[in-house]
């Protein structure tokens, strides 16, 4: 079992930026591929981001490829997200995602989800 706790989430406005954190509780951080997901209102939720157990492969959604970076570190059990040059497009709950441990990343979400964190970007 994952626990998995955003924080990180705010107000912006438009052209700015935010780091999200997703802190991991449990067994097998390292051997977890990590994501990112997405659900604006009225809206399904969406990939964004995922990154590979290592940290060294990452994948991107084309909507935020180039202004979003995600990355990990093992040590602290920990994945981030750097979100950078925001639009009001971007304003959504903010999903922090894990795999099962050994699983490759994809863009498909594992079982273990966060609650989420709000980001909203004004014009």
């Known amino acids: 079992q994952v626990e998995l706790v955003e924080s990180g989430g705010g107000l912006v406005q438009a052209g700015g930026s935010l780091r999200l954190s997703c802190a991991a509780f449990?067994?097998?951080?390292?051997?977890?591929?990590m994501g990112w997901y997405r659900q604006a209102p009225g809206k399904e939720r969406e990939f964004v981001a995922t990154i590979s157990r290592s940290g060294r492969s990452t994948y991107y959604a084309d909507s935020v490829k180039g202004r979003f970076t995600i990355s990990r570190d093992n040590a602290k059990n920990t994945v981030y997200l750097q979100m950078n040059s925001l639009n009001t497009e971007d304003t959504a709950v903010y999903y922090c995602?894990?795999?099962?441990?050994?699983?490759?990343?994809?863009?498909?979400?594992?079982?273990?989800w966060g609650q989420g964190t709000q980001v909203t970007v004004s014009s």
């Open positions: 995602n894990a795999n099962r441990p050994y699983e490759t990343a994809t863009m498909t979400p594992g079982p273990y």
């Open positions: 449990g067994r097998s951080f390292s051997s977890t591929a």
